[in-house]
């Protein structure tokens, strides 16, 4: 069956630190890559996608590129903020499915 | 801007007894998701509708029924609640069509539910 790992946290970092988020996952064919991100208190919300490989998905300084190869999509961000303290999720959706996989989520703390 | 909206927000209860999490969704989407979202174990899909008055189990059904009212709404009923089934759970919906890829899910609040 799919499945998404992704590394444990929590992940503590100072203000204005590089970020990296590891995720692999297994699935058969090709399917679509996001990560969802969790602030306190609230429902996820879908922060980037790719849908083919070597695609690149990009939002609010954050990136991940869909490689088919090592099948990861690892979450990089170049300066995080204390605003960028959440969850992070890696899910994963197959091209003829409608259900997405998550991963078990990485909690981030930034420290000002 | 509704979007998904889950009640109630926090509930406990107590072991046998009954509940219903009610979920709607103002985004005219056809898929309905329920979640259940436990520490260190991520989101595990309990049951989904794909379309209106279709349900289809997911990865963790058991103790749990559910019932798409109509293309809005999709309620989750714990017949007989078990301290297993203290979780976070979360409504999801999308407009993605059967046996097409799944762009985008929209995410309720959540609820909070403790089995004593």
């Known amino acids: 069956g799919n499945s998404v790992t992704q590394m444990e946290g929590p992940v503590t970092l100072s203000e204005e630190a590089f970020l990296t988020i590891n995720c692999t996952y297994t699935?058969?064919?090709?399917?679509?890559l996001f990560w969802y991100v969790q602030y306190p208190g609230e429902g996820l919300q879908l922060l980037l996608k790719a849908t083919k490989a070597d695609d690149k998905g990009s939002n609010k300084g954050f990136e991940a590129t869909y490689r088919k190869e090592t099948t990861s999509f690892h979450l990089e961000k170049g300066s995080v903020q204390v605003s960028d303290s959440a969850v992070y999720f890696c899910?994963?959706?197959?091209?003829?499915?409608?259900?997405?996989?998550f991963g078990g989520g990485t909690r981030v703390l930034v420290k000002p | 801007n509704a979007g998904v909206t889950q009640t109630p927000k926090f509930q406990v209860l107590k072991t046998g007894q009954s509940m219903t999490l009610q979920c709607a969704q103002d985004?005219?989407?056809?898929?309905m998701y329920w979640y259940r979202q436990d520490p260190g174990m991520g989101l595990r899909l309990i049951y989904y509708?794909?379309?209106?008055?279709?349900?289809d189990k997911g990865e963790v059904p058991n103790g749990y029924n559910v019932s798409r009212l109509n293309k809005r709404e999709f309620s989750l009923r714990l017949e007989s609640a078990a301290p297993s089934q203290t979780s976070v759970y979360f409504c999801?919906?999308?407009?993605?069509?059967?046996?097409?890829?799944?762009?985008?899910?929209?995410f309720g609040s959540g609820t909070q539910l403790s089995v004593l």
């Open positions: 999801a919906s999308s407009e993605a069509l059967p046996g097409f890829p799944n762009e985008k899910l929209f």
């Open positions: 509708s794909a379309s209106e008055g279709t349900t």
């Open positions: 899910a994963l959706s197959k091209a003829a499915g409608n259900k997405l996989t």
């Open positions: 699935a058969t064919g090709y399917p679509s």
């Open positions: 985004m005219n989407h056809n898929s």
